[in-house]
């Protein structure tokens, strides 16, 4: 589903990264580590079409992403993609149904020309998957941090994105809620069959990847050994209630 070959970037002459090389097939969950600074949010940014590597190619669902226009990206990203990032950035106008339907209405009705089910059958069943029904005509100011990032995964989940990317998704929430929205990206993640990479500090959070990986700034290593540099063991994660 996504493939990067010898991926190298830089800032303003200053090295971030250089011979990234990865590969994640559909259904599969892995997790990227590396210390801060390393550039795990430039190379989600790269995937995402967001910001552009140097050298070398990423492939998303056999499309090289590279090449693309603006627009040609813009739409990939809405058709293939679902971003979860640390800071939620949940719509703060929008009721929380609202922030789920977005990825949909952005989609128009590509989205609704090939599905029998409605938006809102399809919002409410993200909300009830991650622990969040009825409460979609709330506003996000009267949720809690751990309700905004599961309003985030619902978000991101809703157009049965192939690629699901997450930016430390837990990484502003205590570890009993983050082990709760870990428990809801994993399970929506795989019963959705996309691929998802997910970039975490947390031990509990790689404990439930298929794969882990760290990225250094000479590439992408095996990440299970002993100096991964993990955040100390969090609570089991529990299901969502
Ligand atoms: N827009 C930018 N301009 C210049 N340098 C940047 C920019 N964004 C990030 N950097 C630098 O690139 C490196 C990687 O950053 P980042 O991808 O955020 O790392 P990580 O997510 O692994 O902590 C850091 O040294 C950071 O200071
Ligand atoms: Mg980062």
Redesign the pocket.
Known sequence: MLNIDALAKA??E?P?FRGVSLQVRAGEFVALL?E????????LNCIAGLDEADTGRIELDGVEVGPLSADARARLRREKLGFVFQAFHVLPHLSVAENVELPLRLLGTAWRAGRRDGADARVQELLGAVGLGGLGGRLPAQLSGGQLQRVAIARALVHRPALILADEPTGNLDPATAARVMEALVAQAHVSGAACLL?THSAAAAARADRVLRLTADGVVDGTGADAGLASAEPRARPCP
């Open positions: 800032h303003a200053a971030v590396g801060s600074g390393v550039g795990k949010s430039t190379l970039v």
